[in-house]
């Protein structure tokens, strides 16, 4: 069912998350949206409709809101006017007795203070969200990455003379030779590329659009592909499908799909599967681009950051790794034997 009872934003449809009311169980006696719930459905056509945030987005708002909906109905609340920072804090013990990580719990807290922001411009909340719940300190986790050996060897295991060999080794170019994200990957559309000009227009997070330079290798697969596989896959469906990457039955791929596939072609490279990810090798394209002497800024606007400390975390990963080649090659290293 629905977080919220009311239509999110018109001709959107609702986003889907578990309620984890006991069944048969009504915000009021009537059955009535309760003044938590239309706050909630607020927020959440602020956040659709005016930041244009994506679906997948939202419904992570949602699940989040449906928590602490249920915390406060616990508790008899079924307005935020009635909340209290006692309320908050039973909240946060809450999420700390489920045992959640840090970032999880971290992530729900903002989807709450979120909440209450927008509660207290609509006077609907008088406390200061800051003030009312903090965020659990996350330790600043370093991202994984691979060398370039091993994206050699991804390739090489996906490589094939089917036409999903040929899809896959141009989907895999792609994230490490143009640094896309997943959802940018499988939701490239023919139009979004302009090979006379070795460039990709993608759509981002917030629906953002940027402009990202095609590497020669990329270019390559991804011309084998369109040439030589492409027409495979979309069958019957011809001028129906306008994404560039489609699955035998000649729909689009799906992220969870191409997720599996490349675990099936790390295994067969002798990677462990555990080690990649289509973000794993968006961090291989960044990291050794840093590696190879780009500025810090022309490596944020491919990316997509909007914020230069996100891209930033590139440079901790690179010293890590000078550190790695001075002790395994060094005289004086660790690595070395007597």
Not at 26 to 55: H, I, N, Y
Not at 255 to 278: C, M, T, Y
Not at 288 to 308: N, P, S, T, V, Y
Request: charge should be positive.
């Amino acid at each position: 069912m629905r977080l919220c009872s009311r239509s999110c934003g018109p001709g959107r449809r609702g986003w889907v998350v578990a309620d984890p009311r006991p069944a048969g169980r009504k915000d009021t006696a009537t059955g009535a949206a309760s003044a938590l719930e239309q706050s909630c459905d607020g927020l959440l056509t602020r956040l659709a409709v005016v930041e244009g945030l994506s679906p997948r987005t939202i419904e992570a708002y949602a699940s989040d809101l449906a928590h602490l909906r249920a915390h406060l109905r616990e508790r008899s609340i079924d307005s935020l006017a009635q909340v209290e920072r006692a309320d908050l804090a039973s909240f946060a013990h809450y999420l700390d007795e489920k045992r959640l990580s840090a970032s999880s719990r971290a992530r729900m807290l903002v989807s709450v203070r979120r909440l209450l922001r927008f509660a207290r411009e609509q006077g609907d909340f008088t406390l200061d969200p800051l003030d009312s719940l903090r965020a659990p300190r996350r330790p600043r986790l370093l991202p994984r990455t691979l060398a370039s050996d091993e994206v050699e060897a991804l390739i090489a295991a996906a490589r094939s003379e089917l036409p999903t060999g040929w899809r896959d080794v141009a989907m895999i170019e792609l994230l490490y030779g143009a640094g896309l994200r997943v959802s940018e990957l499988v939701g490239l559309p023919l139009s979004g590329i302009d090979r006379v000009a070795g460039l990709l227009r993608v759509i981002g997070k917030g629906r953002k659009e940027r402009v990202v330079p095609l590497g020669e290798l990329a270019g390559r697969a991804l011309d084998a592909y369109l040439e030589q596989a492409r027409p495979g896959l979309v069958g019957a469906r011809r001028g129906q499908e306008h994404a560039v990457f489609l699955t035998q039955r000649g729909r689009p791929m799906t992220r969870q799909n191409f997720w599996k596939r490349l675990r099936e072609h790390a295994i067969r490279a002798g990677i462990d599967s555990d080690r990649v990810s289509p973000h794993v090798l968006r961090h291989a394209f960044a990291t050794d681009l840093l590696e190879g002497g780009a500025d810090l800024r022309a490596i944020q606007a491919m990316l997509g950051h909007a914020d230069l400390s996100t891209t930033e975390v590139y440079t901790h990963v690179s010293r890590t790794r000078l550190r790695e080649t001075v002790e395994t090659l060094h005289p004086r290293g660790a690595g070395t034997r007597p």
